[in-house]
């Protein structure tokens, strides 16, 4: 049984920050991707970050200079550094992973189950 678990969410004012952080478990053979994504009300699913295995990262336009995107290779983790939090951050984030699992050659999509982000006065 493979497993990713979010920890970290919770409320917050504008202008502040939330670390988020993923671990994955289970019968895992490798990690290609780690990254985070989210839904806001009324809203689709967008990235927000990613990074690979290699450390190369991507992350959307509207967290470019305010969210880091850090991973543990060893421990199979990855953390969302969010700073200067805005209204428009409140989402439900989820982590992602793109693994291949033990005996396995094919990589899957693997999903967290969410938590939850708001940022409100």
């Known amino acids: 049984q493979v497993q990713l678990v979010e920890s970290g969410g919770g409320l917050v004012q504008p202008g502040g920050s939330l670390r988020l952080s993923c671990a994955a478990s289970?019968?895992?053979?490798?990690?290609?991707?780690m990254g985070w994504f989210r839904r806001a009300p009324g809203k689709q699913r967008e990235l927000v970050a990613t990074?690979?295995?290699?450390?190369?990262?991507n992350f959307a336009d509207s967290v470019k200079g305010r969210f880091t995107i850090s991973r543990d290779n060893a421990d199979n983790t990855a953390n969302l550094q969010m700073n200067s939090l805005q209204s428009e951050d409140t989402a439900v984030y989820y982590c992602?992973?793109?693994?291949?699992?033990?005996?396995?050659?094919?990589?899957?999509?693997?999903w967290g189950q969410g938590t939850q982000v708001t940022v409100s006065s």
């Open positions: 990074i690979t295995s290699e450390g190369v990262t």
């Open positions: 992602h992973a793109l693994m291949r699992l033990g005996g396995s050659w094919r990589f899957n999509d693997y």
């Open positions: 289970g019968s895992i053979r490798s990690i290609n991707v």
